[in-house]
Structure formats: structure tokens, C-alpha cells
């Protein structure tokens, strides 16, 4: 892919994600889409199949950056303990710094369905529970955790996590800075060794 067509497709992809945004699912036809990226439809045919494989790479696109965005701050710590909160801070702050990807993101998935009428961003968007369940059973095996179902507190951090982008879609005024902290300091005592008693 050239430079200029790899140009074209984020242009387009980035009219999807504010026709999404603005219009919702169901309304984003990709005539739609062309009319905010002032291009003509047959353009968006050119680089995309159809309109599913676009709002498909909307989604591939954004999941990707959000990862990218949250690796160097996990790398950068030594402890299960440090990845745990540099995972709920850098979401976060992908989060506040890209609301309105997300919103579009957020109603792909809910919406978009396969031939079998099954929900097409299932697999991925189960990515960051098992994600966050490797980062929990390193840290027990490593006698930093205390026991606990590593499956059922992962679901918890990420319903915290992702429950602040509805909160913060009616709440405007949240600091979503001072959310994460409150989750760090949550989960940290939920997932630390009990204090021996002497």
C-alpha cells in the first residue's frame, strides 16, 4: 500500500468514526460517510469492499492504537502490581484523550452482526479481559496477588474501566484522571497479599 492510499483509508476511516458518532449506526451509509469526508462513494468502494468492512477496520484500527498507546507505560514496569495500575491509567487516558473514537467504536460493536446474526467483534472485544487475566495470574504466581478468580476480577477492572465512557457521555465535567486513580487504589486492595497478624 502507498503512502497516499494508506492516507486516503485513515481519511475514510476517520469520516466513519465521526458519521458514527454523529448519526449512530443504523443511519452511517457510506454515502453518508463519503459526504463528511468530501469525497465522492466510489472512492470509499475503491479502498473498502463495503460498508462492513469499513466500520470493520474502524474498529481494528482504534483497538490497535489503544494497545499501542497503552504498551510502552506497561513495559516500563517490573511488577505485576506497577501493570495493573499502568494498564487502568493508560486506558484511561486513551479514553480521555479519544472520546469520540470510542463512542463510534462502542456502537460498531454493539450493533454490527455476521451473516449468522451473531455479534462480529465478540472474540476482540474479549481481547482485554484475557489480557487482564494473564497480568492477574503473573502477579499471584509471583505471590504479589492474594488468591482470587483471576477471570472474575479481570470482567470487574474492565466493566470499571469501560462503564467511564458512559458515565463521563452524561457526566461531561468528569475527571477522568481522578476516575483511574480511584480504580488503581480499588484494585489494588482488592488484589493484595492479606496482612499477616503478629
Known sequence: ????QAARRRQI????????TAVGYGQSSL????????ISKSVISYHFANKDELLE???AQVMDDWAAFMRPFLEAESTATGRLSAYIRSRLAYMRD???????VAEIIVNHRGPDGRPVFAERDAAPVAEL????????QAGEFRGFDP???AMTITQGIDGALTYWADHPGTDLTAYG????????LATQQPRSIS
Open 1 to 4: 500500500m502507498s503512502f497516499i
Open 13 to 20: 476511516i476517520g469520516a466513519a468514526i465521526e458519521t458514527v
Open 31 to 38: 454515502a453518508r460517510i463519503a459526504e463528511q469526508a468530501e
Open 57 to 59: 477496520q474502524v474498529v
Open 98 to 104: 479519544n472520546q469520540t473514537r470510542l463512542v463510534a
Open 133 to 140: 487475566v494473564e497480568l492477574l495470574r503473573s502477579g499471584q
Open 151 to 153: 477471570v472474575v476480577l
Open 181 to 188: 486513580e480511584e480504580l488503581v487504589t480499588l484494585f489494588g
